[in-house]
């Protein structure tokens, strides 16, 4: 068996595993019932939005390419030999989650990226596959003109590994419908109750807990909202909103319109 078919039945192998082993913890200890075709339309927007971005991605790399090109890529090479490993890891870390938070925050703030990110958002039910929900374009934008760490930092391939297994649990696993009682660490790492604060449908956790990572940075840049113990808001959109394969494709379009309407609305009201 070829190496690369190899490699793709493993990776496959791992991620049906870690789905499946998801499922089992939202099953045994969720925070909230997620209905049927709730969870199924995750599944549905994941599958567009991953199958479109790839198809895209070599136009993706070719511009990112072109940008680091003229730039000039890894102006900070990063020291390897010995402890200075970790230290180097720890910089890329901080760096990594200073850069999603800084970006999380544009795409609330500025209409065309709300657009697209909105998608994420309109979950109404928040589960493991909700971490792969974003729109399409969202991802081939980002990834074609932003790349920032690899114009930065000289990053040697075994660090570039570490990284995706330390971003892995707070990032992705942030997403889980599972009740962790974390008490007064919920402030150390990113978890599915911190991060579910951001997805909540309540005013005053609006654009709160926007961190990847380290909850801190939300601290420090005054966008923390510290949850209680037993605060574990519903979520989505106000008002809420259900994706279709069609909508998966041209949601900004049908959230522009929307927004269009309704200020049209309330300046004839």
């Not at 078919?5 to 045994?28: D, H, M, P, T």
Request: aromatic letters at 14%; proline letters at 7%; glycine letters at 6%.
């Amino acid at each position: 068996m070829p190496s690369n078919v190899a490699n793709v039945i493993f990776y496959a192998a791992v991620f049906l595993g870690i789905v499946y082993g998801s499922r089992i913890l939202e099953k045994r200890w969720p925070i909230a019932d997620v209905p049927h075709d709730e969870f199924r339309d995750d599944w549905l927007a994941v599958i567009v939005s991953l199958g479109l971005s790839y198809m895209l991605a070599p136009v993706a790399a070719i511009s990112a390419g072109a940008i680091a090109g003229y730039a000039g890529v890894g102006w900070i090479k990063l020291p390897t030999e010995g402890y200075w490993w970790y230290v180097s890891l720890a910089i890329v870390v901080v760096a990594l989650d200073l850069y999603k938070y800084a970006y999380h925050r544009l795409q609330h703030a500025i209409p065309f990226l709300w657009a697209m990110h909105s998608f994420h958002h309109s979950a109404n039910g928040v589960t493991f596959i909700t971490g792969g929900r974003h729109f399409w374009l969202e991802r081939v934008l980002s990834e074609a003109f932003l790349p920032i760490l690899a114009i930065l930092f000289r990053i040697p391939p075994d660090i570039a590994i570490a990284i995706g297994f330390i971003f892995f649990l707070p990032d992705a696993c942030a997403h889980l419908n599972v009740r962790i009682p974390l008490g007064r660490y919920v402030t150390w790492i990113n978890n599915p109750q911190w991060h579910r604060i951001h997805h909540s449908v309540r005013p005053e956790h609006r654009d709160k807990n926007f961190a990847a990572f380290f909850p801190l940075l939300d601290i420090l840049f005054g966008t923390a909202w510290v949850p209680k113990p037993d605060e574990y808001p519903a979520t989505g959109l106000v008002p809420a909103e259900r994706v279709d394969i069609i909508n998966s494709v041209i949601w900004p379009i049908r959230h522009l319109r929307n927004l269009w309407h309704r200020e049209s609305h309330n300046e004839l009201g």
